[in-house]
């Protein structure tokens, strides 16, 4: 599979990166927003009773969530591909960071299905009160938003690397590489705060989010419509000593 993705053509893999990309977009946002609201912080019965209720949901937008990391994966090593002219070095870099915020992602999402597994698991803790298992399971489901405040950090590295490399690219545009570093410059500094002050309240996250969300679209959707410069791409990967 390696070989048939570096032998394709780099316009073709740009587009297929590009719509990975998209799928990782997707997924994750209805993934998001069928998530929404089941779990409610402090609320040990009422998270219950809404998991009780909507378990098809839940458990749907689990499996999303698995699918727009699995697409990410896929991402950091169509971008490996599709950077290595401008630097090896640097696009390995730039697919570890992403995979390590994968992994990390993965993490979190076990840490999701607590407040379920301790609903259906009763039998296994028969030494404590519902009330007590509900808690638990909650408790448990707290270490899913500190880890995906950790795959915020390694995403910022990512695009932060990302985005020199675009910069430094003469197949793609040169503003796109600009928003990116920017992008994972607000990732860092909202997991540095995240870190640093744990009650968030008031932190520009809905900035960074937004400024996250365009860079990812806009990126996505220009390699699936315009794709690289194969001819520039080719002409830097000889530079580099890269088969083209």
């Not at 932190?203 to 969300?213: A, K, M, Q």
Request: hydrophobic residues 55%; glycine residues 6%.
């Amino acid at each position: 599979m390696t070989q048939r993705i570096r032998e394709a053509s780099p316009r073709f893999k740009a587009r297929i990166a590009g719509i990975f990309y998209l799928l990782n977009i997707i997924t994750i946002f209805v993934a998001i927003f069928l998530l929404r609201g089941l779990v409610v912080p402090h609320d040990p019965a009422a998270t219950a009773n809404n998991l009780l209720a909507h378990e098809a949901s839940f458990r749907l937008g689990f499996t999303l969530e698995l699918i727009s990391t699995t697409c990410s994966i896929a991402v950091a090593a169509l971008f490996y591909e599709l950077f290595r002219p401008v630097s090896r070095s640097l696009s390995l870099i730039a697919a570890f960071f992403r995979l390590i915020a994968c992994a990390v992602a993965v993490v979190g999402y076990l840490f999701q299905l607590a407040p379920l597994q301790a609903l259906r698991s009763a039998q296994y803790l028969s030494t404590l009160t519902m009330e007590q298992s509900q808690a638990l399971g909650l408790l448990l489901h707290t270490f899913s938003a500190q880890a995906s405040h950790i795959v915020i950090v390694f995403f910022g590295f990512h695009f932060v690397v990302l985005g020199y490399l675009i910069f430094a690219s003469s197949y793609l545009p040169r503003s796109l590489g600009i928003l990116a570093a920017f992008a994972g410059l607000g990732a860092l500094a909202f997991g540095g705060l995240t870190f640093l002050a744990p009650t968030p309240e008031g932190y520009p996250f809905p900035y960074f989010e937004v400024l996250g969300l365009i860079t990812e679209v806009s990126l996505s959707l220009w390699l699936v419509i315009a794709g690289v410069n194969s001819q520039r791409w080719k002409e830097q990967a000889n530079a580099a000593g890269i088969p083209s």
